[in-house]
């Protein structure tokens, strides 16, 4: 019985351990800004998606600042004004973090439950993660306050490495 006991506990340790590797770690923050969105580019393959172009700076804890030419397919790309969006970028924590790894495409994560905001995934290094910031204040994962892009829905991004400085 005692040994069983202890079995379980290092497999939930075990378990804690993979979740928590998963999770990632914070390095740095991405904001990218759409460009004006004009009716030629509405993407047929998903019903009110279209691709936009747009402006990214990657700010690393540490380390070089970072622009990205970007195209991110939304949903709902009816909003007026300037629309930003804001991520947490999070890799694992024994990843290398070397300028331009954030080049690649991201896609939203499908395991995400309907009535939330989806992680986006790296698809040449899945360990590279995007979480959006809508919608929450620090320290809360659903904040009630409204997003500028209320109702714009991110499906995939594409970043392309322009410049590194500092």
């Known amino acids: 019985m005692r040994s069983m006991c202890l079995a379980a506990l290092i497999a ?71 629309v930003t969006f804001l991520w947490r970028v999070k890799v694992p924590a024994a990843t290398s973090t070397a300028p331009g790894f954030l080049e690649q495409k991201f896609a939203a994560d499908p395991r995400t439950p309907a009535n939330q905001i989806p992680d986006l995934i790296g698809e040449s290094h899945s360990s590279v993660v995007l979480q959006s910031m ?11 306050e409204s997003s500028p892009a209320e109702g714009i829905a991110v499906l995939r991004v594409e970043l392309k490495l322009k410049s590194t400085t500092g």
């Open 12 to 82: 939930s340790t075990y378990a804690w351990a993979a979740t928590a590797a998963q999770e990632g770690v914070e390095v740095g923050l991405l904001a990218c800004t759409l460009a004006e969105q004009s009716s030629s580019e509405i993407d047929g393959s998903v019903a009110g998606a279209a691709m936009s172009q747009a402006l990214c700076t990657f700010k690393p804890k540490n380390g070089a600042q970072e622009s990205y030419l970007g195209n991110i397919q939304v949903v709902k790309p009816s909003a007026t004004g300037k």
């Open 134 to 144: 809508a919608d929450r204040r620090e320290g809360s994962a659903s904040g009630k």
